[in-house]
């Protein structure tokens, strides 16, 4: 007779990852108490402006998890990242503009004797806009601007095909290591070089602006748009999680990860390292871009800097700080830079007398931020994430003699002969 083994059946995700319940059930208890406290729907202790300080700040999270994925598990040190982020700003914030000024627009014209005709309404909305810049005509690049729907396919479409491209390039040709960060960066570079100049369609260094206000929502608060977009992000950084909690859980999880210890081995292997690299790039910058158009409403403003090299260089020393390879210290990390860099930039950490010099925390930060940065690689490699593991009980397997790939995450040689 043959014997039949019935294997367990499988648990469910959330049950095998225990880890994604509690930090979505940490994020859920965090958007409660906020929705109680602020002033929008709640009794107004959290101001409005804090509000969306932690609004953006969870949007911040979100590309954060976007770049722990591509470098953390992937091995990918993209420095152009923050570029998506804000192609996404952009996207949603061309219809937030055009539509608001269509109404002001509408509105100017609603007392002359004839009806204003369409070409009309268009000039003086192109006038209102690009005026800044010398301009009085819509851009090709504005030619869907006045459709949400469009404007929110882009927020996805735009970058996801700008990084399948650039990545398809790249890896194509195999650059990896530090000339694949040199190329990122000089993507993001020319990318703000380009929206800088007053005819690239987007107003130039004057950017996009006023996009705090909601078309047609002009008597609804302040107060209580910002709890709509607030819990959106919560909801996109939760989903967010998710997601990327799936992707690095199964197989294809393993894959990237053994790229990023020895992309030479997993080559020989017969994978297809290129399409792994494309699909985790494309996607993360996919993320970068939602998580953009969530960030930029709430800022209300968004011009080129929002795109500058420097932009994407802070995004992986919040990924380093908070711990590279675990999704909770990205989000960690993003969360805990961005509040205390608006503690220490917003002037509300007093200035320190040495008596020979007086430190202004508005000038000092980035150097704070900088040394953090070095003392967390040299001292504390494992980042913030790193106490989250003291606390859990979670260690390392034992392991023995040389690493066989560059991390120290990677297979050893003792391992290997088990």
């Not at 009806?115 to 690049?141: L, Y």
């Not at 000089?186 to 369609?201: E, I, P, V, W």
């Not at 260094?205 to 302040?222: C, I, M």
């Not at 002037?347 to 508005?362: C, E, M, R, S």
Request: aromatic share 12%.
């Amino acid at each position: 007779m043959t014997d039949i083994t019935l294997s367990a059946p499988r648990r469910p995700f959330v049950a095998r990852h225990p880890s994604v319940v509690v930090f979505l059930a940490c994020l859920a208890l965090f958007t409660l108490g906020v929705t109680i406290l602020a002033e929008g729907f709640g009794i107004g202790v959290i101001s409005t402006s804090f509000v969306k300080t932690l609004g953006k700040t969870l949007c911040l999270c979100l590309v954060a998890l976007a770049m722990d994925l591509v470098w953390g598990y992937c091995g990918i040190l993209s420095l152009g990242h923050m570029a998506f982020f804000g192609i996404g700003g952009y996207a949603i914030g061309m219809w937030l503009m055009y539509a608001r000024t269509e109404i002001i627009v509408r509105d100017s014209l609603a007392n002359v004797p004839l009806p204003p005709t369409p070409q009309e309404i268009s000039d003086g909305i192109a006038t209102q806009i690009f005026g800044v810049v010398g301009a009085s005509e819509f851009p090709p690049i504005w030619a869907v601007a006045h459709s949400l729907p469009l404007q929110l396919a882009a927020v996805v479409l735009v970058p996801g095909l700008l990084a399948l491209v650039f990545g398809w390039l790249a890896f194509r040709s195999r650059v990896t290591g530090v000339y694949l960060s040199i190329l990122t960066q000089a993507m993001t570079l020319a990318l703000s070089l380009y929206l800088f100049q007053n005819d690239s369609g987007l107003r130039g260094n004057n950017g996009l602006s006023g996009l705090q206000n909601l078309p047609g929502l002009g008597h609804v608060p302040q107060s209580a748009v910002s709890m709509w977009f607030f819990w959106a992000s919560a909801l996109a950084l939760g989903a967010g999680y998710l997601l990327c909690a799936w992707i690095v859980s199964g197989k294809f999880g393993s894959v990237i990860r053994a790229i990023r210890d020895d992309e030479a081995r997993v080559r020989f292997l017969g994978y297809p390292v290129e399409a792994f690299k494309l699909f985790v790039f494309t996607l993360t910058a996919i993320i970068a871009g939602i998580a953009g158009a969530l960030y930029y409403p709430q800022a209300g403003i968004i011009n080129p800097a929002e795109i500058a090299p420097i932009a994407s260089i802070y995004l992986a020393v919040w990924v380093a700080i908070g711990g590279r390879g675990r999704l909770y210290g990205a989000v960690i990390g993003a969360a805990f830079v961005s509040l205390v860099s608006t503690w220490f930039t917003g002037g509300q950490a007093p200035d320190l007398n040495l008596g020979f010099y007086t430190i202004k925390w508005v000038d000092w930060w980035t150097v704070l931020l900088g040394f953090s940065f070095v003392a967390v690689t040299l001292f504390a490699p494992k980042g913030i994430g790193g106490l989250v593991d003291l606390f859990t009980d979670r260690r390392s397997p034992d392991r023995h003699g040389a690493d066989l790939g560059p991390d120290p995450g990677a297979l050893r040689e003792r391992e290997a002969e088990q």
